[in-house]
């Protein structure tokens, strides 16, 4: 007996703590006295040779015995436990790489080897919110250089699983900064694959917002692909939507985004990593990056865009992976619908060529596309505009898309709210703007992203007229519960859509 | 129903987070459905006029039922609440301060009225652990300017209680960075208060060290007073050995110093901050700061000590308050015993004249009283010292102590601890260093400061020639597990004496 390793058995709290891991014990567990551990202690977990460092809060209720540990999802999972397990708790080692983190706040610059220390660590869950805090914090507050920016994205991308395709050229393309309802990727990916492209397209979940590219091609197909099933469905059509969470790309770049968003601050160096880690682990060759330009969106001036697009292409090149900017309108939500089922048959109708097809979200899909086809020389520059365009009018495109969806496990409908409110205009007038924060507020209140039907359907664009008890939006929700609360939070917030008389 | 208050069952947990606000829902509660509340959202709980922002853990197990919230200790005290109370829970406001937060990590400085908002935000507790570190990190990035300190020095004393005594010498003392057995405040506060100064002095508990002054003290007398009690001991004797928690100083601070010491970031402005913000509250215009040099102390170099010297002095004037900073030898513990019963017994040796007395103990502490005395004007320039011995020799700083036990409610012994085991060296030589760290966690794994009896009694000092298999040190504990720990960790760690042969 060593003095450090104290068994318990190991209970399953169903404690959802996204990807924390949280431990309860009571005060009078041995292993508190003899360890000194108190509320808040950073502790090691050991359950055979698996191991992962928690934070202990304790407990002084009947929920555990003093032999007991209780463990949030996210620490039962990465132990691998199963009921009644046997697991050894300790005093956490001090986490050696947060020295580099504290002389990086000191002023000092961090090279391959610092970075490499500090992802490994914050991948394998060493590093507390504190911690995860001071590391944002110390790469913002003296902004990272390139060369720093460049060993960030090399660390990352190498932190996690990284493809390869035995082909000269990989297409892929991401949208910089959320603007709602802005789902081209499903349409670029179509024509793409239909012009001969290799695209394995892999999309994220919503976080934040009603929802992610992922939400809303699962409306229309299975993405919960794992590496082999996507090799399968690119081997087969060259193309796939699937969803990146399934394969542990760049997965450092999960942990920052949360502490990043939570704390509001979203440098360019750590953007620009957390974009290209993704991409390089991927094993694209070719990225087009659509840049919303705005005053609601993430970038907001031509010089600061000016000024990205520079710097990312710059650390995209030390990667071999080239990269072209397209900026794109900012202003206003992209397609008609906000919600996962809502976005997907936008999608549709564009693709289906429907006449009432959103036009902007067509108009943007194709300009995207142009750039990956001339990126791939699939088209000479200047020409792949009208090459996107043919392949898109002609159906080749959606023909492709169906095929695609077949192969990632069988084409689906969208679900349909059996709940809608339409929410009029106040009075007549031009709608000069949209508070997008607020619209995606509304459309989480009404369900979305979970209620997959659920979200809100936007009628009205800036610049257009609207009359006085006209509907603007409709509000589509699942249950009548969600319903009440979606439009309880827009009678009070009309506001989100500005009507100049 | 305005779509944002959403009334739920109160649920004590006994959930013992230190002072984190934390609340438990399940997934399948209303309000996180309609308010799109996820694990680790930030929520605001109100009862009545009472309100708290927690971060929320969702749970889907049977210990909590739908229309319940669950809440740890911290919030449910903030709270003021009653078994079965009634809250109400909605997605916390944005904390405005944290713009300011934001401006300073990207260059700004910080003005009085920004301070103002970050501290009164972080006494409401409304800054989560990453808000706490992210503001943490933004003052040591680019270091505090003089201006900045003194602002944050200011709101942090004007963030809680605030004592006046109507005298025109208000006498205290203070350590700066922990050196175990460094008990010189009782000492000191006796001599100090036998010629007559007035010395209101709290001290406070351990957090991560075997031992605090009040730890110490509680085994002499009772601490726990509030502020009538405290002034009537002080009107009665001139002066009280109290423990700071029971008044509200700077509460900022005690929060403020978690996160400090979780990220080992401790600045010299947040340092200045920290201690004089205490002093202020406290109302004395008179202190002496006790400043251990060494090179495991927290000042590692005299140049370091000459900054920290000038910098605390000029905060402080602005203040009004006059401070004398005594460098002191940092090498090694000052003391013979660590732990709080131990280094009682060292302090009574020192107050009784006991020849076996730890001479270094007793000669800090006259030292400082000497400072005190002079500052006070109660001794002349250079004259201090002589009137500081001659008090202690005398006995009658013994005399006063006894009394100011008795006013603070009764003196008494400290506890002996059942379990005794001394360490053997195991080589002969010279005793040439001591790792202070492994020592308090040797003291801490025996017990301290929880079992007051528990602790380490140190049989050498640094030069001393140790015969192999006599004793270095005593473990002393209350139980035979903690010892068997003590010991199992000692048998581990001997290398924390360095004998050279």
């Known amino acids: 007996?060593?003095?450090?390793?104290?068994?318990?058995?190991?209970?399953?709290?169903?404690?959802?703590?996204?990807?924390?891991?949280?431990?309860?014990?009571?005060?009078?567990?041995?292993?508190?006295?003899?360890?000194?551990?108190?509320?808040?202690?950073?502790?090691?977990?050991?359950?055979?040779?698996?191991?992962?460092?928690?934070?202990?809060?304790?407990?002084?209720?009947?929920?555990?015995?003093?032999?007991?540990?209780?463990?949030?999802?996210?620490?039962?999972?990465?132990?691998?436990?199963?009921?009644?397990?046997?697991?050894?708790?300790?005093?956490?080692?001090?986490?050696?790489?947060?020295?580099?983190?504290?002389?990086?706040?000191?002023?000092?610059?961090l090279d391959a080897r610092a970075f490499g220390a500090i992802i490994t660590d914050i991948v394998a869950g060493r590093y507390a919110d504190i911690h995860l805090a001071t590391f944002v914090a110390a790469c913002s507050a003296s902004p990272l250089d390139l060369e720093e920016i460049t060993h960030l994205t090399g660390t990352m991308a190498d932190a996690g699983d990284r493809l390869s395709w035995d082909t000269p050229v990989v297409s892929d393309k991401h949208c910089v900064g959320g603007l709602p309802g802005n789902r081209t990727t499903p349409i670029v990916v179509a024509i793409a694959a239909s012009c001969g492209l290799i695209m394995p397209k892999t999309s994220s979940r919503a976080i934040t917002s009603p929802s992610g590219?992922?939400?809303?091609?699962?409306?229309?197909?299975?993405?919960?692909?794992?590496?082999?099933?996507?090799?399968?469905?690119?081997?087969?059509?060259?193309?796939?939507?699937?969803?990146?969470?399934?394969?542990?790309?760049?997965?450092?770049?999960?942990?920052?985004?949360?502490?990043?968003?939570?704390?509001?601050?979203?440098?360019?160096?750590?953007?620009?990593?957390?974009?290209?880690?993704?991409?390089?682990?991927?094993?694209?060759?070719?990225?087009?990056?659509?840049?919303?330009?705005?005053?609601?969106?993430?970038?907001?001036?031509?010089?600061?865009?000016?000024?990205?697009?520079?710097?990312?292409?710059?650390?995209?090149?030390?990667?071999?992976?080239?990269?072209?900017?397209?900026?794109?309108?900012?202003?206003?939500p992209v397609g008609r619908g906000i919600g996962p089922a809502l976005e997907a048959r936008d999608v549709l109708a564009?693709?289906?060529?429907?006449?009432?097809?959103?036009?902007?979200?067509?108009?943007?899909?194709l300009a995207i596309a142009a750039a990956v086809l001339e990126m791939a020389a699939a088209a000479p520059e200047g020409r792949g505009a009208a090459l996107a365009e043919e392949t898109l009018a002609s159906g080749r495109a959606w023909v492709k898309f169906q095929r695609i969806c077949?192969?990632?496990?069988?084409?689906?409908?969208?679900?349909?709210?059996?709940?809608?409110?339409?929410?009029?205009?106040?009075?007549?007038?031009?709608?000069?703007?949209i508070n997008n924060r607020k619209l995606s507020r509304l459309a989480k209140l009404a369900g979305a992203p979970d209620d997959k039907a659920a979200g809100v359907e936007l009628l009205a664009r800036l610049g257009d007229y609207v009359t006085a008890g006209a509907p603007v939006v409709i509000v589509h929700a699942e249950t009548p519960g969600e319903l009440d609360y979606a439009l309880a939070f827009a009678a009070a917030n009309m506001d989100m859509f500005e009507i100049e008389v």
């Open 1 to 109: 007996m060593n003095g450090n390793a104290h068994p318990l058995r190991a209970r399953r709290l169903r404690l959802l703590t996204q990807d924390e891991a949280i431990v309860l014990m009571r005060t009078d567990a041995h292993v508190c006295k003899s360890e000194g551990l108190g509320p808040r202690a950073r502790v090691l977990v050991r359950a055979g040779a698996r191991e992962v460092i928690a934070t202990l809060y304790q407990i002084e209720n009947a929920w555990l015995l003093a032999g007991e540990v209780g463990l949030s999802e996210a620490a039962w999972r990465r132990l691998g436990l199963n009921a009644g397990d046997v697991v050894e708790v300790q005093n956490a080692p001090t986490v050696e790489s947060l020295a580099d983190v504290r002389r990086r706040i000191y002023g000092g610059r």
């Open 213 to 332: 590219t992922a939400d809303a091609m699962e409306t229309l197909a299975p993405i919960d692909l794992d590496v082999t099933a996507m090799r399968r469905v690119v081997e087969a059509e060259g193309a796939c939507i699937a969803w990146g969470g399934a394969m542990r790309l760049s997965p450092a770049d999960d942990v920052l985004i949360r502490v990043e968003r939570a704390l509001e601050i979203d440098t360019e160096g750590q953007l620009i990593a957390s974009v290209l880690s993704k991409k390089i682990a991927a094993g694209a060759t070719h990225v087009v990056l659509d840049l919303p330009v705005g005053p609601t969106a993430k970038v907001r001036t031509d010089l600061a865009a000016d000024k990205l697009t520079a710097h990312i292409s710059a650390v995209a090149a030390s990667f071999g992976l080239k990269t072209r900017v397209l900026r794109t309108d900012g202003a206003q």
């Open 350 to 365: 564009v693709l289906q060529g429907e006449p009432q097809a959103p036009q902007e979200l067509r108009a943007r899909a």
């Open 406 to 433: 077949a192969a990632q496990g069988g084409m689906r409908e969208p679900p349909v709210a059996p709940l809608t409110r339409p929410l009029a205009a106040a009075h007549s007038g031009i709608l000069t703007h």
